[in-house]
């Protein structure tokens, strides 16, 4: 099994976590007003599972025999205080982060390695649900 273009779209999907990680943590800090009751603990949420999924992606890719990345997608996080805005990149992020684990969980599908396949399923859902709840939000 040729793993290595694998571990290079694990790597995509790490970088993205990463970076999630690091918007979510930014935007529960500075949203504000009556909004930052309900979506400052939810942006703490998101970046807790951020943080979750990166360690199941980083550990994958040691399995695979890869080195993880431990470099952030280096597409800009937007400062902004407007709680708006900052649900639109959110959206954006998680459509890009569900697209790329949609585009893993096909190349692993055909490789035989079930416990990967389900440990990926489990984040791509999970980044679904965050997309759904993010439009109801909008």
Do not use: C
């Amino acid at each position: 099994m040729d793993t290595s273009n694998l571990i290079d779209k694990l790597n995509i999907a790490l970088g993205w976590e990463l970076r999630a990680a690091n918007m979510y943590a930014h935007y529960a800090a500075n949203i504000r007003g009556i909004h930052r009751l309900q979506l400052s603990p939810m942006f703490t949420t998101e970046a807790t599972e951020s943080n979750e999924h990166a360690d199941l992606v980083r550990k994958a890719v040691v399995k695979l025999g890869g080195i993880p990345v431990t470099e952030r997608n280096p597409h800009p996080i937007i400062h902004t205080t407007d709680y708006v805005e900052m649900l639109q990149l959110s959206l954006e992020t998680e459509t890009k982060a569900a697209s790329v684990y949609g585009d893993i969980i096909a190349v692993i599908e055909g490789q035989g390695d079930q416990e990967l396949y389900d440990a990926i399923e489990q984040i791509y859902l999970a980044e679904l649900r965050s997309l759904e709840e993010l439009r109801l939000l909008m």
